[in-house]
């Protein structure tokens, strides 16, 4: 029989509570804002800055499908995922590290149409 170290099974209950959670955020839970993109695309979050411990949505639309999205916060990947029936539309989330230090870092989303057309958005967030 196989254990699993303590760590890892941590990390994995925290991820599937993340995914968990952000099936009960409604639609509209993303904030109006929206981050520097290229033309057809736009970046949104759900809280204008973060707090130490706090979980954020971040959506990606574009007017054409998605299909590969990455991002990246300070340091940190990000996972996105698109529901069904919405091509034009990833989102992810970020755990905000209680051990980072406050102050403005940069999330950037790379990706691609569809089509192969690259997508870049990036936006300083606290």
């Known amino acids: 029989m196989r254990l699993i ?3 890892v099974a941590r990390k994995r209950l925290v991820l ?3 995914v968990a959670i ?3 955020l409604p639609a509209g839970a993303v904030g109006k804002e929206a981050g520097a993109c290229a033309p057809g695309t736009e970046l ?3 809280a204008p800055e973060s707090s130490q411990g706090s979980l954020l949505l971040i959506e990606l639309k574009s007017a ?3 299909a590969e999205v990455k991002g990246d916060w300070g340091g940190r990947r990000i996972a996105f995922w698109q529901e069904s ?3 034009g539309i990833q989102r992810g989330l970020v755990g905000v590290d209680l051990e980072k230090a406050p102050g ?3 999330l950037k989303v790379t990706g691609r149409t569809a089509s192969g057309e690259k997508i870049v958005a990036a936006r300083w967030w606290k």
């Open 22 to 24: 952000a099936g009960f």
């Open 64 to 66: 054409q499908g998605l």
């Open 104 to 106: 403005e870092y940069e």
């Open 16 to 18: 599937v509570c993340l």
């Open 85 to 87: 029936g919405k091509e």
């Open 5 to 7: 170290d303590g760590n």
């Open 44 to 46: 949104r979050l759900s």
